[in-house]
């Protein structure tokens, strides 16, 4: 099978899995074992991609011309390659989360939850494999309106309101923005396709250069770059397998993803440094990791910090990006497949701590280890990788990122990326304590073991361990990603 | 023997049909009676197009009288075009009517709709298709008084407040484009339209030509529904009965742009319209503040038929925008929004004729939950909405990018955003629907099981919602035609 039927496959298969699941909604072992076998089914077809883009191929899958010069195209590179094995990866892990959550829960519309989230992959699958600014938006914004009712799962008034500020944010900054950007680009250069050293140079000059980027920057709200955040924390309002693999990876990734092929891929890193009118970005996106986790620091419900925490990780990949270095692209790249494994853990660990106990304040969780060892270890490991800390995978990018800042000479940023470990230490590792150290509100220091469903579980443990294995195998994914920076 | 007489068969077929009508009388007869004639219709002006396309400009000599005496039938791509659409939308909402129709106007009284449906579409159609100034004022008259009786037929009594709204607003601007073509015709004595576009260009502008072209271009201003003279609009289209709306708003306002179209680029020519009258500018700034008037009135009504009547004077204002540009892409934008707009209309309105006929009420507040009701109908109206908003792959995205290309290429950043700013509104009143459909609990002692509207009218409504994405992928038969019918028409074309 050639690379582009693959290609082809990995958009077919989660599109015909949303389909079955659908059709089996009247029997739930069925529905779910479905969806387990789409997502493995996608990660093999995914897989089987990566030999040929390692190689340096660039395999291509031309759908249909929309408009003369308007395609749907698909080009997979190493930059798409990583963050479609990651989507399809952890999908798998999450789905079994799913069960476990979904079930204990006894959460309603079960079967829309579950379809909605294959086609948001599916969405993730487009965004991934894009082989133009106009493919990419088509997925961008299939992704945005697949998981509008995911969000809105709970249809109680506060998820509307919820669901209300999420598509409203993103819907009309990619609309508003966006959508305005792209049409300039294909009006100054007549292309939208990805290219390397970018489509702009020699075609335009001057400010011009600063309002694209703006406009670009801004448009692409699932970036969550303040103050277009207000989005990440009203989706927490869903189901946490929710917020686990899709707000804290295949949403926003999509967005930082989106980001990095901008930047590396439409204006190109070498145009954007020289211009000189790139370099506000930089100091926004350092703005942004401060503010975001200084607010991360008052939210007292586990979840909100945990989105704040997100809000300020993606924009370290904003910053790496606009940083306008080889490097930093890589740095860039390497944060998002490390991010996501830590955040995802974090994430399935809150989920787990309210499925066993019903909390979801940091102030009750007091003890909490004690009762759910298991899931605080894992809890952790997340943190330390998030954090940055060795041997955990979430180092290597944090470094990467400072190298590159110290390569285009910008002390500052170092300094930021430097505080803003501090400030993750502050308000990541005091749950870690306060659940193994902290008697409980009722002063009793022991407790029996009671952990979430083993659905729940496993693969929590899974990706706990995959935060100290990304440590280690840190060096293939950077020769992988090489490419991108152009070196 | 058919083929020659082609264009004739456009206008006879359906006006001798609609007497016939009358005398079948029997409700079940009488419908597919209709049904084969508008199909037959449809299939005329698909041959018709495509003999366009072969082999260029028609001309039809009605009883062998030649041009400027006699009433000539001129079918170019441009009019080929809007004829396509027209009978297509024709067809398509007769095929869904019958049950709608049954239930809103009663069986007894079915043969005086259709007798009035197949008179409004031979109007439209013969509007459309002649080539003959006064000839257009007759047809005009022959569509809209059907219209007003297709609009006072439908059930709620304010439906005749509304019929009469729409006769006297009508009434006047055709009275108006009767006017202008009097002065004309006494300046040239002519009333053939190409005949006028070359003389006119000969005389110039004098006071009576430009008086001539102030009275047509307020009279169809008016027959157009554009803003400030569309107040006629909101209440014929959410009074009417549902099929009534369906065929109206996704026909009437496109063929009075149609003749807007023609009266401005070959009777008066771009020049004369766009520098001498300066056009261009007022009809781009009555544009813009329709698409925002529009779409920010339509977001505080509750009444979703209404709703979806001022967002149609937003989308209306798309379409003379384009115009306004007077620029091969703007024009080409403008008329590519004419037949994408009739298609997301033309579904949206189906979809409420579907919840008309379930739940008798096309309120917000009635459809509370109803998405577990009619979960199909429902998510035609997303699938619809999606159009309107103008997210890509859907139509509504294809005809929204030629006008924004347009406006950038003459520099209009403002059209620009304003564009922008009206897309962003159409998101707040489609997702108000949407939000309340599927998020909100179904009322108190409402029925729950699933009462999904009958397959006769879920087929044609997914077809129109189906079109809507298919055009919207593969645009080279909208865009090709739009395109060539623009350069045609901005190169002065007769």
């Known amino acids: ?487 | 023997m058919i083929s020659p007489n082609l264009p004739a068969l456009q206008i006879i077929v359906p006006l001798l049909a609609a007497p016939l009508c009358v005398i079948i009388r029997r409700d079940a007869l009488v419908y597919w009676f209709t049904a084969i004639v508008a199909w037959v219709t449809f299939a005329v002006a698909a041959l018709l197009l495509h003999e366009v396309n072969a082999n260029g400009v028609i001309d039809y000599q009605l009883g062998g009288w030649a041009p400027p005496w006699g009433i000539e039938y001129r079918i170019d791509l441009v009019n080929a075009y809007v004829l396509l659409i027209v009978s297509a939308i024709g067809a398509l909402t007769i095929s869904y009517a019958k049950p709608s129709v049954d239930q809103e106007i009663g069986e007894e009284r079915g043969y005086l709709f259709y007798t009035a449906y197949l008179l409004c579409l031979s109007g439209l159609l013969g509007v459309t298709i002649t080539g003959d100034a006064f000839n257009i004022f007759v047809f005009l008259e022959i569509s809209s008084l059907s219209s007003y009786t297709l609009i006072s037929l439908g059930r709620d009594r304010r439906a005749l407040t509304a019929a009469y709204r729409y006769l006297v607003f009508g009434t006047i601007g055709a009275t108006f484009f009767l006017i202008g073509v009097g002065l004309l015709y006494q300046m040239t004595g002519t009333l053939n339209i190409a005949d006028l576009g070359e003389r006119v260009a000969v005389i110039g502008p004098n006071r009576t030509i430009t008086v001539a072209f102030g009275f047509m271009a307020v009279g169809l201003a008016v027959k157009a529904a554009l803003f400030p003279v569309h107040a006629w609009l909101p209440n014929a289209y959410a009074y009417a009965p549902s099929v009534a709306t369906i065929f109206l708003a996704a026909t009437a306002t496109k063929v009075s742009i149609y003749i807007l179209i023609r009266t401005y680029f070959t009777i008066f020519k771009p020049d004369f319209s766009f520098f001498v009258m300066s056009l261009g500018e007022i009809l781009m700034v009555l544009a813009v503040l329709a698409m925002l008037v529009g779409s920010a009135i339509a977001i505080f009504q509750t009444d979703i038929k209404r709703m979806l009547a001022y967002s149609s004077v937003a989308q209306i204002g798309y379409m003379v925008l384009g115009v306004g540009m007077a620029s091969v892409l703007g024009v080409a934008g403008g008329t590519l929004h004419l037949f994408n707009h009739a298609l997301m209309k033309g579904a949206l309105f189906m979809v409420m004729g579907c919840v008309m006929y379930r739940i008798g009420s096309v309120k917000l507040d009635n459809m509370q939950g109803l998405a577990s009701r009619m979960p199909w109908t429902m998510a035609a109206f997303v699938a619809g909405g999606l159009s309107l908003i103008g997210v890509p792959l859907t139509v509504g995205f294809v005809s929204k990018w030629y006008l924004i290309t347009a406006a950038l290429d003459q520099e209009l950043w403002w059209v620009v955003a304003l564009i922008i700013a009206s897309s962003l509104m159409a998101i707040i009143y489609v997702w108000r629907v949407v939000e309340t459909v599927y998020l909100s609990p179904l009322p108190a002692g409402a029925p729950t099981e699933r009462q999904e509207a009958p397959l006769a009218m879920l087929a044609p409504m997914w077809v129109m919602i189906l079109a809507n994405f298919y055009f919207g992928v593969d645009t080279r038969l909208s865009v090709g035609v739009a395109l060539d019918a623009a350069k045609f028409l901005v190169g002065g074309g007769s």
């Open chain 1, 1 to 487: 099978m050639s690379a582009s039927d693959l290609m082809l496959l990995a958009l077919v298969v989660p599109a015909v899995g949303a389909c079955l699941i659908a059709l089996c909604g009247k029997a739930p072992n069925l529905r779910e074992t479905v969806t387990l076998a789409t997502a493995v089914a996608l990660f093999a077809v995914i897989l089987n991609l990566v030999p040929t883009v390692a190689a340096g191929g660039r395999p291509e899958l031309f759908l249909t011309e929309v408009l003369p010069g308007l395609e749907l195209r698909f080009v997979l590179e190493p930059l798409g390659m990583m963050f479609a094995c990651i989507a399809s990866g952890l999908w798998i892990l999450n789905s079994i989360y799913s069960i476990g959550y979904m079930r204990a829960k006894k959460e309603q519309k079960q079967t829309r939850f579950y379809v909605c989230f294959a086609l948001a992959i599916f969405a993730a699958m487009g965004v991934a494999l894009s082989g133009n600014m106009f493919t990419l938006f088509i997925s961008y914004e299939v992704l945005t309106v697949t998981t509008y009712p995911l969000v809105t799962h709970s249809e109680t008034p506060e998820a509307r309101r919820s669901g209300r500020t999420y598509l409203g944010l993103l819907l009309g900054s990619s609309i508003g923005l966006q959508l305005v950007a792209i049409i300039a680009t294909w009006y100054l250069t007549g292309t939208l396709d990805f290219r390397d050293g970018g489509v702009f140079a020699g075609k335009v000059e001057g400010p011009v250069i600063g309002l694209l980027l703006f406009l670009y920057m801004y448009g692409i709200g699932k970036a969550a770059l303040m103050p277009l955040h207000r989005w990440l924390p009203a989706a927490m309002v869903a189901p946490t397998p929710v917020s686990a693999l899709l707000h804290a990876v295949a949403v926003v990734k999509a967005g930082v993803f989106t980001v990095l092929k901008v930047i590396v891929y439409l204006f190109g890193t070498d145009f954007l440094s020289k211009s000189g009118y790139g370099d506000w970005l930089a100091y926004i996106a350092g703005a942004s990791i401060l503010l975001a986790s200084l607010i991360a620091m008052t939210k007292d419900n586990l979840k909100a910090r945990l989105a704040y925490s997100t809000i300020s990780q993606l924009s370290y990949i904003t910053l790496a990006a606009a940083l306008f270095t080889p490097l930093g692209a890589v740095g860039g790249a390497m944060h998002i497949a490390m991010h996501a494994m830590g955040k995802i853990t974090l994430f399935f660990c809150a989920g787990a701590i309210y499925v066993a106990s019903g909390k979801t304040q940091i102030s009750d969780m007091k003890g909490i280890g004690r009762i759910m060892p298991v899931t605080l270890i894992a809890f952790f490991i997340g943190s330390l990788s998030v954090i940055g800390l060795p041997p955990m995978g979430g180092s290597w990018s944090k470094y990467l990122i400072a190298l590159g800042a110290l390569d285009s000479d910008q002390i500052i940023f170092v300094a930021v990326l430097m505080i803003s470990s501090l400030l993750n230490i502050a308000y990541l590792l005091p749950i870690v304590a306060r659940g193994f150290f902290s008697p409980d509100s009722e002063g009793a220091t022991t407790a029996t073991i009671k952990e979430a469903p083993l659905f729940c579980v496993i693969p929590l443990s899974l990706t706990a361990t995959g935060c100290v294995v990304l440590f280690f195998f840190a060096e293939p994914i950077y020769q992988f990603l090489l490419p991108i920076g152009g070196g």
